[in-house]
């Protein structure tokens, strides 16, 4: 064995909660690294290539990029922060020799801080720290140094992991310092940081080929690209493989390399070979599955490979039969749903998609509601129309038979005189308080053990309560004993009871039994949901009904009709808005809430035999 070092190579992963600066920092290493000529043309955090990603502001699939200083190549690869993108996170670190943790000047650490550096920690990788954004006014760099050692004492960091550096930056204005006096300049500090602190890449380069595919990537083109690490060997384009799988002894298929890709700033370019320690892309392998190994025929060692974690909630993708079906949508098929969602799963290992009894309902489970909710968009503006239900939480059963269900830790930061509101709306969904502490601001952070199911639909009614003012953060906790039934929804629905076009006289009369949703001219349809009822039981209501005109005066001569300008529901309000008996209708133009059985006498009789 003859292990070598490349030092002219740094593999590393940017690690953080949610909105701490993770894909603003990789802009300014590009920027600064020279990865754009001069005059180029450069969009805002590059690196959220999808149309969801920028307008949300959110990472949801990790990136690769490469960056060249001082002669030695940095792969990077940006993580999403969420937690219901945890998935990807976990894998991606096996690529990687160490991580630079992103933590929030003023937000200090938070859930997914915990989440992504105990997995860091885990696998016994390096950290440098970074605190963020210490331009903000309310920055508390100081602290947050001590909230972060803490953390890292709480999860069992070795000493040599708690003797790591401590940078401070401002992603957004480019400049990093080692120490809070310093001159802002520029960048370097940390590329010099990674230099020093984070080790080269080893392996031994005369062993067979072993890489481990830890990404998938998707192209109409050429198909599933696999990305991984070469830990052993070398690669080369026409070489012959063996893919095998640590957790699938069933893999056992030989094939050859047809194309090979290495990172360059932004782009794959195109490569013969590569060797021990370079981050590469590999196509032309028809069934690439993320924890694969490649390696060579007869030395077939497979890399050990940590287990994705299993999807916790899901929902019924179903074909729509609504009265306007087929109107708005290219594809409206149970084939083309159901190829749709086996084409996620290319990309997609958190997700799970099976079919049910019904040719027409599809049974899809991911890891959390902004999960599937991204997914639900996606396919909207691809031209997808089908209707999804409520989402649930996945049940478990331990050894006695008794269910479990998936747990969450929330923690929730909001301003004084709301804590008190917060507190009863979360033990009303059997919410249990673990913790409180003021924050700097005179905040209150609230820590809560809440049981999965508690959270669906909870966020739109949380910000109403702390008037947009409140956050919050989960992170998945465990499977615990099922804690009964509550309600979801302490108001019923306003049901349309016949088809037809909504008009200002009929929504006049029937905004004073709730809050409405559409507005004058919507299309309408008998059991479609136009409004939540101020009672807790549904109410039908006639949204069409216009005035008879009489003899003694024309409907022109009542004063005009005012009408509450309408609730109109985004897709994941609407999502928090279903109940169980209910189902969303996503068009590429529309969402509509209807109830499952539309014709209002059946819906009676299935009541009566709940």
Do not use: W
Not at 71 to 92: L, M, Q, S, Y
């Amino acid at each position: 064995m003859s292990i070598i070092k490349r030092e002219d190579i740094r593999n590393i992963a940017i690690i953080a909660h949610v909105d701490h600066g993770k894909t603003t920092l990789v802009d300014g290493m590009l920027r600064q690294s020279g990865a754009f000529r001069e005059n180029q043309e450069v969009q805002e955090r590059v690196m959220d290539s999808g149309d969801i990603e920028r307008e949300r502001g959110i990472t949801i699939l990790s990136k690769n990029t490469a960056i060249t200083y001082k002669g030695v190549k940095i792969n990077i690869i940006d993580t999403p922060g969420h937690a219901d993108f945890g998935g990807e996170v976990e894998r991606v670190l096996k690529m990687v020799n160490g991580v630079i943790l992103l933590v929030d000047a003023f937000e200090g650490t938070m859930p997914q801080t915990k989440f992504v550096l105990k997995k860091a920690l885990d696998l016994d990788l390096p950290v440098i720290v970074c605190i963020n954004k210490i331009d903000r006014p309310e920055a508390r760099p100081e602290e947050v140094v001590d909230e972060t050692l803490e953390l890292m004492m709480d999860l069992d960091a070795s000493d040599e992991q708690l003797e790591c550096p401590f940078l401070y930056a401002s992603a957004r204005d480019g400049y990093c310092v080692r120490d809070l006096n310093d001159e802002h300049k520029d960048l370097k500090p940390l590329f010099d940081t990674i230099l020093d602190y984070i080790p080269a890449p080893e392996g031994d380069p005369e062993k067979g080929t072993q890489v481990l595919i830890s990404t998938i990537d998707y192209n109409e083109y050429v198909g599933r690209i696999g990305i991984g690490k070469v830990d052993n060997g070398s690669i080369a384009v026409g070489q012959e493989i063996m893919r095998v799988n640590f957790h699938n002894p069933d893999i056992h298929e030989k094939t050859r390399i047809t194309k090979l890709y290495e990172f360059d700033g932004l782009k794959k370019v195109d490569v013969q070979r590569a060797d021990v320690g370079a981050i590469v892309a590999i196509s032309g392998i028809g069934d690439l599955q993320i924890g694969d190994t490649i390696c060579t025929p007869g030395d077939d060692e497979p890399i050990p490979f940590q287990k994705i974690s299993e999807p916790t909630i899901a929902m019924n993708f179903i074909v729509n039969d609504s009265p306007l079906a087929g109107r708005e949508g290219k594809y409206c098929t149970s084939r083309q749903i159901r190829d749709r969602l086996m084409r996620e799963l290319n990309t997609d290992v958190s997700l799970r998609v099976a079919d049910t009894e019904s040719t027409d309902t599809f049974h899809v489970s991911g890891r959390g509601e902004l999960h599937l909710s991204v997914l639900i968009e996606r396919m909207r503006r691809e031209g997808y129309e089908f209707a999804v239900s409520k989402a649930e939480v996945i049940y478990k059963e331990d050894e006695k038979g008794h269910k479990l269900e998936p747990y969450e830790i929330a923690y929730v930061d909001v301003p004084q005189e709301f804590a008190g509101t917060v507190i009863s709306m979360l033990a009303e969904r059997k919410g249990e308080l673990q913790g409180m502490s003021s924050l700097a601001d005179g905040t209150q952070r609230l820590e809560f053990s809440i049981p999965s199911r508690g959270l669906i639909g909870f966020h739109g009614p949380f910000l109403t309560a702390t008037k947009g003012t409140g956050v919050l953060n989960t992170t998945f906790d465990e499977y615990g004993p099922f804690k009964g039934e509550f309600s979801y929804r302490k108001n019923g629905s306003l049901i349309a009871f016949e088809p037809g076009v909504a008009v200002t006289y009929g929504l006049f009369a029937a905004q004073e039994r709730g809050s409405l949703f559409i507005t004058p001219g919507t299309e309408v349809y008998a059991g479609m949901v136009v409004g939540e009822s101020a009672k807790p039981e549904d109410i039908e209501i006639n949204v069409c009904k216009t005035k008879h005109l009489t003899n003694t005066r024309s409907s022109s001569a009542d004063e005009a009709l005012t009408l509450t300008p309408p609730r109109i529901l985004s897709l994941e309000q609407a999502l928090d808005f279903i109940d169980t008996d209910e189902l969303l209708e996503v068009t590429p133009k529309n969402l509509r809430i209807r109830k499952k059985i539309l014709d209002s006498r059946m819906r009676k009789r299935a009541g009566f035999r709940n």
